[in-house]
């Protein structure tokens, strides 16, 4: 795993929030990578293990994820906080000139961040997120989302459960790629024991009951976003962002292009070799400078 250098900053509200930054010093953009509901930034370490190095990164982990605080008001895990949360990063490190990158509600998150203030963002990648959030995946999210298994003793026993709630997606992972999985969603408590790496209360906010969820349409909002260089990857085995949307999403916007990754469902890795080619290549075709869409 490249190493990285710890990063704090305070949020609008006082929390105290974590990020990873990964430096390089020749880069005239940071790449900000946002990771998904029940994630942390240690979802992306293929992918920067891979540009580490050759591109400036920061990788966050949300209100109520990974080492940043829980939200005493659970009602404030939602996406125009997350972007307020972003924006007040990139402010602390004087960032001017990002790409974003987001991994489901990271996409989102993505997307009201370039509603918001276009001028700060070259591009966007969005990972297995798009116009129409399909009914099926999110109910499949919403049964375990927030639901907070006991404690495990070991990583095994962590492994084991995250291919029971993910296997679905990764269908040819080993007992390794499990392992490895596990070790960057959970984390040890103070009695030694292995818990998730969030806050129950995320889901708060999401619809209650365990009935099907309806899809939701977003495309008058996809539709205002300025046309900026776009890349949008997709899990063939997706159940959150169908095929048909993301050709439809390419069709509306001149700058856009997409990526469907096989043998992946919601959402790929991006330490695919097909994720990481679709990225490398999107970000050294960049235009020196962000043009209006």
Same mark, same amino acid.
């Given at each position: 795993? #490249?190493?990285?250098?710890?990063?704090?900053?305070?949020?609008?509200?006082?929390?105290?929030?974590?990020?990873?930054?990964?430096?390089?010093?020749?880069?005239?953009? #940071?790449?900000?990578?946002?990771?998904?509901?029940?994630?942390?930034?240690?979802?992306?370490?293929?992918?920067?293990?891979?540009?580490?190095?050759?591109?400036?990164?920061?990788?966050?982990?949300?209100?109520?994820?990974?080492?940043?605080?829980?939200?005493?008001?659970?009602?404030?895990?939602?996406?125009?906080?997350?972007?307020?949360?972003?924006?007040?990063?990139?402010?602390?490190?004087?960032?001017?000139?990002?790409?974003?990158?987001?991994?489901?509600?990271?996409?989102?998150?993505?997307?009201?961040?370039?509603?918001?203030?276009?001028?700060?963002?070259?591009?966007?990648?969005?990972?297995?997120?798009?116009?129409?959030?399909?009914?099926?995946?999110?109910?499949?999210?919403?049964?375990?989302?927030?639901?907070?298994?006991?404690?495990?003793?070991?990583?095994?026993?962590?492994?084991?459960?995250?291919?029971?709630?993910?296997?679905?997606?990764?269908?040819?992972?080993?007992?390794?790629?499990?392992?490895?999985?596990?070790?960057?969603?959970?984390?040890?408590?103070?009695?030694?024991?292995?818990?998730?790496?969030?806050?129950?209360?995320?889901?708060?906010?999401?619809?209650?009951?365990?009935?099907?969820?309806?899809?939701?349409?977003?495309?008058?909002?996809?539709?205002?976003?300025?046309? +900026?260089?776009?890349? +949008?990857?997709?899990?063939?085995?997706?159940?959150?962002?169908?095929?048909?949307?993301?050709?439809?999403?390419?069709?509306?916007?001149?700058?856009?292009?997409?990526?469907?990754?096989?043998?992946?469902?919601?959402?790929?890795?991006?330490?695919?070799?097909?994720?990481?080619?679709?990225?490398?290549?999107?970000?050294?075709?960049?235009?020196?400078?962000?043009?209006?869409?």
């Amino acid at each position: 795993m #490249t190493r990285y250098q710890p990063l704090w900053y305070q949020s609008a509200d006082d929390l105290r929030l974590f990020a990873r930054y990964y430096p390089a010093p020749n880069r005239d953009f #940071t790449l900000l990578c946002m990771h998904g509901l029940t994630r942390n930034a240690a979802d992306f370490e293929g992918l920067i293990d891979h540009l580490a190095g050759n591109q400036a990164i920061l990788a966050v982990d949300q209100r109520g994820r990974g080492n940043s605080d829980h939200d005493p008001d659970p009602s404030r895990y939602q996406i125009a906080v997350y972007a307020e949360d972003m924006f007040t990063l990139l402010e602390h490190q004087g960032i001017t000139d990002t790409v974003l990158l987001g991994t489901s509600m990271g996409g989102l998150i993505a997307m009201q961040m370039l509603a918001m203030r276009p001028d700060l963002i070259r591009g966007v990648v969005l990972n297995d997120i798009g116009a129409v959030i399909e009914g099926a995946g999110l109910t499949r999210i919403q049964n375990y989302a927030g639901r907070s298994a006991r404690p495990l003793a070991t990583w095994q026993q962590a492994a084991e459960q995250a291919r029971r709630v993910n296997g679905g997606a990764f269908p040819d992972y080993t007992d390794a790629d499990w392992l490895r999985f596990a070790r960057r969603q959970y984390r040890e408590n103070s009695e030694g024991e292995l818990v998730l790496a969030y806050d129950p209360a995320i889901a708060t906010a999401s619809p209650a009951g365990t009935g099907e969820i309806a899809s939701v349409d977003m495309w008058s909002f996809y539709d205002s976003l300025p046309d +900026i260089p776009l890349l +949008i990857i997709r899990g063939a085995l997706s159940d959150v962002l169908s095929r048909e949307c993301l050709e439809e999403m390419v069709r509306r916007k001149t700058r856009a292009r997409g990526v469907e990754i096989a043998n992946r469902g919601h959402a790929p890795a991006l330490d695919e070799r097909e994720a990481l080619d679709a990225i490398e290549t999107f970000l050294q075709v960049l235009p020196a400078r962000r043009q209006a869409g």
